[in-house]
């Protein structure tokens, strides 16, 4: 009988959420693969086998055995679309919407991504790994084994770089693993106010080279994202920007659609964006390009939650077109603070009408393929990493229908046990 490093059995369910390195398209979405009475063999901090309980013992014995004891098990959350790392916050802009000032008057007025700007410029890389940590902490304890993050609270080549080296470090203390956007093309700095275009020639000429010397310094393909948004980057800019990233080396990622449908999902699809971002105000034509193209349309339905908005992505029409959906937290200091997927996949069930298998393939497999990592992780099949998620409770369908309290017991990294809650709460 071959030993292995881990084996974790008698779980109620265990979702596997097949299908190799691909997303599960269109209404197909939401294919679990569920093992009744589930286990499965780790080695290496890959998972080599799954099956049954008496499948998986009777052909492997293990160093360590974890007794699912009649709890789900999922893989671990992947979340796609993030705003860390950054310094300070924004609780009296909150405030301030509540009053009914929008989102983008408090831009306009010099607040809103601005005002984390300077918070974040002023910081050095170690005061920003010590605030982003605890972030990381609670995104792991809610069951994010693996995200991407993004510059953007920079918007001068110095500060850009110092997030990106930011998130190099924040890799090497913490188990999530990050994956890092960058995001130049976020806002027009205070000191380009007005000079949009000037701002758009600098992100090109400077700003994009530096961060692709950086690439080659550091063995590391990095996204290219940009904020296409009325009031901010136009569609036109937007293209010149994410071309220039391409030849530059760069895969590409898209804020689209958050306020105003601007054709950025189509653009991305054009420009084979690995995926579109926000999409809310998404025209038909451009939900038939998702449908048609390998881009992934990330839904972030904890940002219209934070803004107090009531419309959200048209998940079911993207469905529909065969487009592949996945979710993220947009986890930021402005329009969503949130740091948990679980919420996220209660707002989805209710707001995009997802199922909660589909949301939860949406928020793991999907989420993985969004960022590239389809192969590795976001699935418990052969061969990929053993990131896993041991639930508090018997059916997975408790993720979605239970919300604002953590279901997540044990979170497992590469075959490690990270976080082990101690007690039920
Ligand atoms: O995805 N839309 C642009 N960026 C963020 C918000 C960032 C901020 O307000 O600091 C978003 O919602
Ligand atoms: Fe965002």
């Not at 979702?15 to 997303?23: A, I, N």
């Not at 689209?256 to 034509?285: I, M, R, Y």
Request: hydrophobic share 40%; glycine share 10%.
């Amino acid at each position: 009988m071959e030993t292995v490093d881990l084996i974790l059995h008698s779980a109620s369910q265990l979702c596997v959420v097949p299908g190799g390195d691909m997303p599960q398209r269109g209404t197909a979405l939401g294919d679990l693969g569920i093992i009744e009475d589930g286990a499965l063999a780790v080695h290496n901090g890959r998972i080599i086998a799954t099956g049954t309980t008496g499948e998986i013992t009777s052909q492997y014995t293990a160093t360590r055995f974890i007794n699912g004891n009649g709890r789900c098990v999922i893989p671990g959350f992947v979340d796609p679309h993030t705003h860390l790392p950054w310094a300070g916050d924004r609780a009296e802009e909150f405030e301030q919407r509540i009053a009914g000032a929008t989102y983008m008057e408090i831009m306009a007025a010099g607040g809103g991504i601005m005002s984390t700007v300077r918070r974040t410029r002023q910081a050095t890389i170690e005061e920003l790994v010590a605030a982003n940590l605890p972030r990381l902490r609670r995104m792991l304890a809610y069951g994010t084994t693996s995200a991407e993050t993004k510059t953007g609270y920079g918007l001068n080549t110095e500060a850009e770089l110092k997030q990106l080296e930011t998130i190099m470090a924040l890799n090497q203390v913490q188990p999530v693993e990050l994956t890092p956007t960058f995001l130049p093309a976020h806002a027009v700095p205070a000191e380009y106010a007005g000079q949009t275009e000037a701002y758009v020639e600098k992100v090109i000429t400077e700003m994009l080279p530096a961060g692709a010397a950086w690439m080659k310094k550091n063995g590391i393909t990095l996204f290219c994202d940009v904020f296409c948004e009325e009031g901010v980057f136009d569609l036109h800019q937007t293209r010149r920007i994410l071309e220039t990233a391409v030849s530059l080396g760069y895969r590409l990622k898209l804020h689209a659609d958050e306020f105003a449908g601007l054709g950025g999902t189509k653009l991305a699809v054009e420009l084979g964006a690995v995926s579109a971002d926000h999409l809310v105000k998404t025209p038909d034509t451009d939900i038939l390009a998702l449908g048609e193209g390998n881009t992934i349309a990330v839904s972030l339905p904890g940002t219209p939650f934070g803004l107090g908005h009531h419309e959200y992505t048209p998940a079911q029409k993207i469905l529909t077109a065969g487009g592949a959906l996945a979710l993220a937290t947009d986890c930021n200091p402005g329009t969503c603070w949130c740091e948990s997927m679980q919420m996220v996949i209660a707002l989805a069930c209710r707001y995009l009408r997802l199922t909660p298998a589909q949301a939860l393939v949406a928020a793991t497999r999907n989420a993985a393929c969004a960022i590239g990592r389809g192969h590795e992780i976001g699935s418990l099949e052969p061969g990929k990493q053993a990131d896993i998620l041991i639930l508090d409770v018997p059916d997975y369908r408790h993720l979605g229908y239970r919300f604002g309290t953590n279901l997540v017991k044990t979170v497992i990294k590469k075959g490690h046990v990270v976080i082990e809650q101690s007690e039920t709460l």
